[in-house]
């Protein structure tokens, strides 16, 4: 008697909307425009402002990760057209692509937390040294900006198989990505405005790596398990803040039920109970 209504609850939870698509044009103002105040604030010698505006952006090209994340699932938008687009713009900013992300996070889904999980390596790769683990943590810790870009590329790189389609936009998602990056950095370097590059977009970047890491570790490291149940970790903060952050994250932190049910909006996603 309780299966019928379960399945049409569950049922019901799998159909896709524009809330996140609506919201990542929100966070996307909020973004650039955190940016420019830290900027001008810097200019003027409010030094305190930009630095507590660091942690804003940091948060906000957090919050644009899960974006990128819910455009790889086809979740972010109805339409399939504006959650490609979407989802190629996050991903240039971000230096991954979503053709990329796609790649290596949907092995993440099938091999979670075995060898074949290209997400999390070298930590899945049973021939991975120690030392060489020590390192590769430290530095997705510290520079996790620059280092979880080259472990995306680098699934892309080693996979044995990818059909013409997905090599084809590989290609070009990859190239539209320098091309973007030559053009921010070069316009950057002819008007000599570096001081405006590290103070409104690299060093907010390097918090957003160390976000993403610490998140990602939380999720999988230390566990032992072979199942989802066993192989992830939702940690639900009740707090005021706890919701909040929740909220923004796209419920993002509700990570066990999302690796159940991968095709479910994580807007939809209930939280968990006390």
Not at 229 to 242: F, K, N, P, Q
């Amino acid at each position: 008697a309780l299966a019928a209504p379960m399945h049409n609850e569950l049922q019901s939870l799998h159909e896709k909307n524009s809330i996140a698509f609506h919201r990542a044009g929100i966070y996307a103002v909020l973004f650039f425009a955190s940016i420019i105040w830290a900027i001008v604030s810097w200019e003027f010698g409010y030094w305190p402002i930009s630095i507590a505006l660091w942690l804003v952006i940091g948060h906000l090209g957090h919050v644009n990760l899960f974006v990128l994340h819910e455009a790889s699932h086809y979740l972010l938008h109805p339409n399939r057209f504006l959650n490609e687009m979407q989802g190629i713009v996050v991903g240039t900013f971000s230096l991954v692509p979503l053709s990329s992300y796609r790649h290596v996070h949907g092995h993440h889904h099938v091999y979670l937390a075995q060898e074949g999980d290209i997400e999390l390596w070298p930590y899945t790769d049973p021939k991975a040294s120690r030392p060489f683990r020590t390192f590769a943590a430290f530095m997705e810790l510290v520079l996790g900006y620059i280092w979880t870009p080259a472990v995306f590329l680098r699934g892309c790189i080693t996979a044995k198989k990818l059909a013409p389609g997905v090599k084809t936009r590989l290609f070009l998602e990859y190239g539209l990505c320098l091309a973007a990056w030559g053009v921010i950095l070069g316009v950057t370097a002819y008007f000599d405005k570096w001081t405006w590059f590290f103070v409104g977009f690299l060093i907010p970047s390097l918090l957003t790596g160390m976000m993403q890491t610490a998140r990602r570790f939380i999720e999988h490291m230390g566990l032992y398990g072979d199942t989802v149940d066993t192989t992830t970790r939702t940690v639900a903060d009740h707090s005021l803040l706890g919701r909040f952050i929740s909220f923004t994250i796209l419920n993002g932190d509700i990570h066990g039920p999302h690796h159940l049910h991968a095709k479910v909006p994580q807007s939809n996603l209930p939280a968990p109970l006390e």
